[in-house]
Protein backbone atom coordinates (compact mmCIF):
# COMPACT_ATOMS: atom_id res chain seq x y z
CA UNK A 1 0.00 0.00 0.00
CA UNK A 2 3.00 2.34 -0.01
CA UNK A 3 1.76 3.96 -3.30
CA UNK A 4 -0.97 5.49 -1.59
CA UNK A 5 1.32 7.57 0.79
CA UNK A 6 1.35 10.32 -2.35
CA UNK A 7 -2.27 10.34 -2.39
CA UNK A 8 -4.83 12.15 -0.17
CA UNK A 9 -5.54 9.80 2.43
CA UNK A 10 -9.14 9.81 3.94
CA UNK A 11 -10.94 7.57 6.63
CA UNK A 12 -14.40 7.21 6.98
CA UNK A 13 -15.67 5.81 10.11
CA UNK A 14 -19.05 4.24 10.13
CA UNK A 15 -18.34 3.42 5.98
CA UNK A 16 -19.98 0.30 6.13
CA UNK A 17 -23.72 1.55 5.26
CA UNK A 18 -25.47 4.36 4.72
CA UNK A 19 -23.68 7.84 4.38
CA UNK A 20 -20.45 6.52 5.48
CA UNK A 21 -20.10 3.55 2.54
CA UNK A 22 -22.47 6.71 -0.14
CA UNK A 23 -19.17 8.87 1.34
CA UNK A 24 -16.19 6.46 0.69
CA UNK A 25 -18.23 5.73 -2.76
CA UNK A 26 -18.19 9.65 -3.71
CA UNK A 27 -14.43 10.20 -2.91
CA UNK A 28 -13.17 6.89 -4.03
CA UNK A 29 -14.82 7.68 -6.99
CA UNK A 30 -13.39 11.67 -7.59
CA UNK A 31 -9.71 10.98 -7.69
CA UNK A 32 -6.98 8.80 -8.56
CA UNK A 33 -4.98 10.74 -6.19
CA UNK A 34 -7.44 9.30 -3.16
CA UNK A 35 -7.11 6.71 -1.11
CA UNK A 36 -10.05 5.65 1.20
CA UNK A 37 -10.04 3.59 4.52
CA UNK A 38 -13.19 2.47 5.12
CA UNK A 39 -13.84 2.26 8.65
CA UNK A 40 -16.04 -1.29 9.82
CA UNK A 41 -16.64 -2.89 13.03
CA UNK A 42 -15.35 -6.39 11.56
CA UNK A 43 -13.33 -7.64 8.64
CA UNK A 44 -15.73 -10.15 7.01
CA UNK A 45 -17.52 -6.43 6.95
CA UNK A 46 -14.90 -4.05 5.63
CA UNK A 47 -13.56 -6.75 3.17
CA UNK A 48 -17.15 -6.99 1.91
CA UNK A 49 -17.33 -3.10 1.59
CA UNK A 50 -14.15 -3.00 -0.09
CA UNK A 51 -15.45 -4.89 -2.63
CA UNK A 52 -18.61 -3.46 -2.90
CA UNK A 53 -16.29 0.17 -3.86
CA UNK A 54 -14.07 -1.41 -5.80
CA UNK A 55 -16.75 -3.16 -8.22
CA UNK A 56 -17.79 0.62 -9.46
CA UNK A 57 -14.06 1.02 -10.94
CA UNK A 58 -12.87 4.32 -9.23
CA UNK A 59 -10.02 6.16 -10.05
CA UNK A 60 -9.12 6.02 -6.62
CA UNK A 61 -8.10 3.03 -4.45
CA UNK A 62 -9.63 2.19 -0.99
CA UNK A 63 -9.20 -0.41 1.71
CA UNK A 64 -10.45 -0.44 5.30
CA UNK A 65 -9.48 -0.78 9.34
CA UNK A 66 -11.15 -2.31 11.97
CA UNK A 67 -12.44 0.48 14.28
CA UNK A 68 -15.61 0.22 16.71
CA UNK A 69 -15.94 3.99 18.14
CA UNK A 70 -16.86 2.22 21.52
CA UNK A 71 -13.62 0.89 22.29
CA UNK A 72 -10.65 2.46 23.10
CA UNK A 73 -8.08 -0.51 21.92
CA UNK A 74 -9.80 -0.28 18.56
CA UNK A 75 -9.17 3.40 18.27
CA UNK A 76 -5.48 2.63 18.92
CA UNK A 77 -5.11 -0.15 17.17
CA UNK A 78 -6.85 1.65 14.13
CA UNK A 79 -4.50 4.86 14.36
CA UNK A 80 -1.73 2.65 14.69
CA UNK A 81 -2.21 0.91 11.03
CA UNK A 82 -2.80 3.33 9.64
CA UNK A 83 0.56 5.22 10.75
CA UNK A 84 2.19 2.12 9.93
CA UNK A 85 0.75 1.79 6.24
CA UNK A 86 0.36 5.56 5.37
CA UNK A 87 2.72 7.81 7.93
CA UNK A 88 0.07 10.46 7.21
CA UNK A 89 -3.59 11.02 7.66
CA UNK A 90 -5.36 14.16 5.45
CA UNK A 91 -8.95 13.42 5.92
CA UNK A 92 -10.74 12.12 9.27
CA UNK A 93 -14.64 12.03 8.61
CA UNK A 94 -16.30 11.24 11.94
CA UNK A 95 -19.30 9.72 10.55
CA UNK A 96 -20.08 6.51 12.65
CA UNK A 97 -23.38 7.07 14.91
CA UNK A 98 -26.28 5.76 15.90
CA UNK A 99 -29.68 6.76 17.25
CA UNK A 100 -31.27 3.57 19.31
CA UNK A 101 -33.97 5.68 20.99
CA UNK A 102 -37.61 4.79 20.51
CA UNK A 103 -39.01 6.77 17.89
CA UNK A 104 -42.81 8.58 18.91
CA UNK A 105 -41.89 8.20 22.81
CA UNK A 106 -40.89 11.22 25.27
CA UNK A 107 -38.92 8.93 27.33
CA UNK A 108 -35.16 7.13 26.81
CA UNK A 109 -33.18 5.45 29.41
CA UNK A 110 -29.93 5.18 30.46
CA UNK A 111 -28.78 2.25 28.85
CA UNK A 112 -29.73 4.41 25.20
CA UNK A 113 -28.20 7.43 26.95
CA UNK A 114 -24.96 5.57 27.16
CA UNK A 115 -24.64 4.15 23.84
CA UNK A 116 -25.39 6.94 22.30
CA UNK A 117 -22.95 9.15 23.63
CA UNK A 118 -20.43 6.22 23.29
CA UNK A 119 -20.94 6.25 19.88
CA UNK A 120 -21.47 9.95 18.41
CA UNK A 121 -19.36 11.40 20.94
CA UNK A 122 -16.52 9.85 22.90
CA UNK A 123 -15.55 7.60 20.05
CA UNK A 124 -15.14 11.08 17.84
CA UNK A 125 -13.55 12.62 20.56
CA UNK A 126 -11.33 9.93 21.16
CA UNK A 127 -10.27 8.96 17.84
CA UNK A 128 -9.55 12.58 16.29
CA UNK A 129 -6.93 12.72 19.68
CA UNK A 130 -5.64 9.58 18.73
CA UNK A 131 -5.50 10.47 15.07
CA UNK A 132 -3.97 14.52 15.58
CA UNK A 133 -0.22 13.26 14.88
CA UNK A 134 -0.91 11.45 11.67
CA UNK A 135 -3.35 14.58 10.64
CA UNK A 136 -0.47 16.77 11.88
CA UNK A 137 1.83 15.54 9.41
CA UNK A 138 -0.83 16.64 6.45
CA UNK A 139 -0.39 19.60 4.42
CA UNK A 140 -3.96 19.83 4.00
CA UNK A 141 -5.65 18.17 7.03
CA UNK A 142 -9.62 18.52 7.43
CA UNK A 143 -11.93 17.12 10.41
CA UNK A 144 -15.88 16.78 8.90
CA UNK A 145 -17.98 15.78 12.33
CA UNK A 146 -21.27 14.29 10.85
CA UNK A 147 -23.79 16.19 13.02
CA UNK A 148 -27.16 16.53 12.77
CA UNK A 149 -29.45 19.64 12.60
CA UNK A 150 -31.29 18.04 15.80
CA UNK A 151 -27.94 19.40 17.79
CA UNK A 152 -28.93 22.63 17.37
CA UNK A 153 -29.80 24.63 20.95
CA UNK A 154 -30.66 27.15 18.90
CA UNK A 155 -33.56 25.09 16.63
CA UNK A 156 -35.06 24.31 20.35
CA UNK A 157 -35.74 27.80 20.68
CA UNK A 158 -39.45 27.87 21.55
CA UNK A 159 -39.66 31.49 19.37
CA UNK A 160 -37.81 30.14 16.74
CA UNK A 161 -38.36 32.28 13.42
CA UNK A 162 -41.18 30.75 11.34
CA UNK A 163 -38.68 30.99 8.31
CA UNK A 164 -36.33 28.97 10.19
CA UNK A 165 -34.91 25.70 8.14
CA UNK A 166 -34.56 24.17 11.69
CA UNK A 167 -38.65 24.88 12.88
CA UNK A 168 -39.60 21.15 11.08
CA UNK A 169 -37.26 19.29 13.03
CA UNK A 170 -37.77 21.17 16.16
CA UNK A 171 -40.75 18.94 17.71
CA UNK A 172 -38.32 15.65 16.71
CA UNK A 173 -38.29 13.16 19.83
CA UNK A 174 -35.21 11.67 21.04
CA UNK A 175 -33.16 13.90 23.82
CA UNK A 176 -30.19 11.39 24.17
CA UNK A 177 -29.59 11.60 20.26
CA UNK A 178 -30.00 15.78 20.26
CA UNK A 179 -27.95 15.73 23.13
CA UNK A 180 -25.32 13.99 21.39
CA UNK A 181 -24.93 16.01 18.33
CA UNK A 182 -25.45 19.56 20.28
CA UNK A 183 -22.27 17.81 21.99
CA UNK A 184 -20.31 16.81 18.85
CA UNK A 185 -20.82 21.16 17.87
CA UNK A 186 -19.21 21.66 20.88
CA UNK A 187 -16.60 19.45 20.23
CA UNK A 188 -16.07 20.81 16.59
CA UNK A 189 -16.08 24.21 17.90
CA UNK A 190 -13.22 23.50 20.65
CA UNK A 191 -11.19 21.67 18.05
CA UNK A 192 -11.73 24.59 15.50
CA UNK A 193 -10.23 26.76 18.21
CA UNK A 194 -7.40 24.44 19.21
CA UNK A 195 -6.33 22.80 16.05
CA UNK A 196 -6.60 25.59 13.42
CA UNK A 197 -3.48 27.27 14.32
CA UNK A 198 -1.76 23.89 13.35
CA UNK A 199 -3.61 23.84 9.69
CA UNK A 200 -6.42 21.19 10.61
CA UNK A 201 -9.72 22.46 9.10
CA UNK A 202 -12.90 21.25 11.63
CA UNK A 203 -16.04 20.87 10.15
CA UNK A 204 -19.93 20.46 12.06
CA UNK A 205 -21.66 19.13 8.76
CA UNK A 206 -25.16 18.57 9.01
CA UNK A 207 -26.34 15.49 6.19
CA UNK A 208 -29.42 16.60 5.85
CA UNK A 209 -32.40 14.01 6.18
CA UNK A 210 -31.62 10.96 4.23
CA UNK A 211 -32.71 7.25 3.87
CA UNK A 212 -30.64 4.95 5.58
CA UNK A 213 -30.92 2.66 8.49
CA UNK A 214 -30.11 4.95 11.13
CA UNK A 215 -33.41 4.49 12.59
CA UNK A 216 -35.86 1.94 12.52
CA UNK A 217 -38.31 4.25 9.78
CA UNK A 218 -36.44 3.72 6.20
CA UNK A 219 -39.84 2.13 4.82
CA UNK A 220 -41.58 5.49 6.09
CA UNK A 221 -39.11 7.70 5.23
CA UNK A 222 -38.67 6.54 1.70
CA UNK A 223 -42.30 7.36 1.34
CA UNK A 224 -41.36 11.13 2.43
CA UNK A 225 -40.84 13.08 -0.67
CA UNK A 226 -38.76 15.27 1.05
CA UNK A 227 -36.28 12.65 2.58
CA UNK A 228 -33.20 11.89 0.07
CA UNK A 229 -31.20 10.10 -0.94
CA UNK A 230 -27.70 9.29 1.22
CA UNK A 231 -25.53 10.09 -2.00
CA UNK A 232 -26.65 13.90 -1.76
CA UNK A 233 -24.79 13.85 1.83
CA UNK A 234 -21.72 12.09 0.16
CA UNK A 235 -21.65 15.09 -2.25
CA UNK A 236 -21.81 17.42 0.74
CA UNK A 237 -18.67 15.72 2.30
CA UNK A 238 -17.13 15.67 -1.79
CA UNK A 239 -17.76 19.55 -1.50
CA UNK A 240 -15.73 20.38 1.98
CA UNK A 241 -12.46 18.25 0.40
CA UNK A 242 -12.78 20.02 -2.39
CA UNK A 243 -12.28 22.86 -0.50
CA UNK A 244 -15.61 24.64 -1.88
CA UNK A 245 -16.53 25.06 2.21
CA UNK A 246 -13.20 26.72 3.72
CA UNK A 247 -14.75 29.54 4.20
CA UNK A 248 -17.22 28.10 6.08
CA UNK A 249 -14.54 25.79 8.61
CA UNK A 250 -14.97 25.65 12.09
CA UNK A 251 -18.92 26.42 11.27
CA UNK A 252 -22.25 23.78 11.77
CA UNK A 253 -22.46 23.90 7.89
CA UNK A 254 -25.45 22.09 5.90
CA UNK A 255 -24.99 20.04 2.82
CA UNK A 256 -25.75 22.45 -0.27
CA UNK A 257 -24.27 25.66 1.34
CA UNK A 258 -24.81 27.95 4.05
CA UNK A 259 -24.73 27.05 7.74
CA UNK A 260 -27.07 26.46 11.04
CA UNK A 261 -26.91 27.93 14.51
CA UNK A 262 -25.30 26.28 17.10
N1 LIG B 1 -29.78 9.46 8.13
C1 LIG B 1 -30.06 10.72 8.44
O1 LIG B 1 -31.12 11.26 8.07
C2 LIG B 1 -29.08 11.52 9.26
C3 LIG B 1 -29.41 12.85 9.53
C4 LIG B 1 -28.52 13.63 10.27
C5 LIG B 1 -27.34 13.06 10.72
N2 LIG B 1 -27.04 11.75 10.45
C6 LIG B 1 -25.75 11.23 10.95
O2 LIG B 1 -25.05 10.63 9.88
C7 LIG B 1 -24.15 9.63 10.38
C8 LIG B 1 -24.32 8.35 9.57
O3 LIG B 1 -25.65 7.86 9.78
P1 LIG B 1 -26.43 6.95 8.73
O4 LIG B 1 -27.77 7.54 8.61
O5 LIG B 1 -25.60 6.68 7.54
O6 LIG B 1 -26.58 5.62 9.63
P2 LIG B 1 -26.45 4.07 9.29
O7 LIG B 1 -26.90 3.77 7.91
O8 LIG B 1 -27.10 3.38 10.43
O9 LIG B 1 -24.86 3.82 9.35
C9 LIG B 1 -24.18 3.97 10.56
C10 LIG B 1 -22.75 3.49 10.41
O10 LIG B 1 -22.10 3.67 11.68
C11 LIG B 1 -21.49 2.43 12.04
N3 LIG B 1 -21.41 2.32 13.49
C12 LIG B 1 -22.41 2.22 14.39
N4 LIG B 1 -21.91 2.09 15.63
C13 LIG B 1 -20.56 2.11 15.51
C14 LIG B 1 -19.49 2.01 16.42
N5 LIG B 1 -19.68 1.83 17.73
N6 LIG B 1 -18.24 2.07 15.94
C15 LIG B 1 -18.00 2.23 14.62
N7 LIG B 1 -18.97 2.29 13.70
C16 LIG B 1 -20.23 2.24 14.15
C17 LIG B 1 -22.35 1.37 11.41
O11 LIG B 1 -21.61 0.16 11.31
P3 LIG B 1 -22.28 -1.31 11.17
O12 LIG B 1 -22.49 -1.50 9.68
O13 LIG B 1 -21.27 -2.21 11.75
O14 LIG B 1 -23.57 -1.28 11.94
C18 LIG B 1 -22.64 2.00 10.06
O15 LIG B 1 -21.55 1.82 9.18
C19 LIG B 1 -24.49 9.49 11.87
O16 LIG B 1 -23.55 10.20 12.64
C20 LIG B 1 -25.87 10.12 11.98
O17 LIG B 1 -26.12 10.62 13.27
C21 LIG B 1 -27.88 10.97 9.73
Known amino acids: MSSSIDKQVILITGATAGIGFDTAVYLAADSAKNHVIMG ?54 NNAGV ?6 KVWTTRKHLRTIFETNVFGPTILTEAALPLLKHSKNAMVINVTSGLGSIAGLDTNL ?15 GYRMSKAALNTLTAYQHLHLHKDGVKTWAYCPG ?54
Request: glycine residues 8%; hydrophobic residues 35%.
Open 209 to 262: YVVTDLTADRDSRMAEPWCESSETSAQGILDIVHGERDAEVGKFVTKRGGAYPW
Open 161 to 175: DSNSPLLPFQGVLGP
Open 40 to 93: ARSAAKGEAKVKDVQAKSPKGTVSFVIVDQNDDESISAAVKQIEQEFGRLDVLV
Open 99 to 104: APEPTG
